[in-house]
């Protein structure tokens, strides 16, 4: 399995960012697929995640209300879609998959993880 994450930057307090994760090398319709994100000095936590098959989501609670994450099953690519952004939703951002049933916020429930893009809101 492979995951591609891409669209990270710079971006202004305020604006907005939508970060992709394109999957390969298997099906995935008994995944999920979440983004978690890594601050400097901080550990790697939980963001978003979304069931391949169902479109279920989940959401912490710093990401409810401005992010959203979708996924396109006919580019096997998932997206996390972050409006109204903060200084202190600047970190690394890796998007991973898991087999559905196991917690969603756990990273040790994720096999498999991108190699992460950096995002970077300015005040």
């Known amino acids: 399995v492979q995951l591609q994450a891409s669209g990270g930057g710079l971006v202004q307090a305020g604006g907005s960012l939508r970060l992709s994760c394109a999957a390969s090398?298997?099906?995935?319709?008994?995944?999920?697929l979440g983004w978690f994100r890594q601050a400097p000095g901080k550990e790697r936590e939980f963001v978003a995640t979304?069931?391949?098959?169902?479109?279920?989501?989940s959401y912490s609670g710093s990401a409810k209300g401005r992010f959203a994450i979708s996924r396109d099953n006919a580019k096997n690519t998932v997206y996390l879609q972050m409006n109204s952004l903060k200084p202190e939703d600047t970190a690394i951002y890796y998007c991973?998959?898991?087999?559905?049933?196991?917690?969603?916020?756990?990273?040790?429930?994720?096999?498999?993880w991108g190699q992460g893009t950096q995002v970077t809101v300015s005040s």
């Open positions: 991973a998959a898991r087999t559905v049933g196991g917690s969603v916020t756990y990273t040790g429930s994720y096999a498999y």
């Open positions: 090398g298997r099906t995935f319709s008994s995944y999920a």
């Open positions: 979304i069931t391949w098959s169902s479109g279920s989501t």
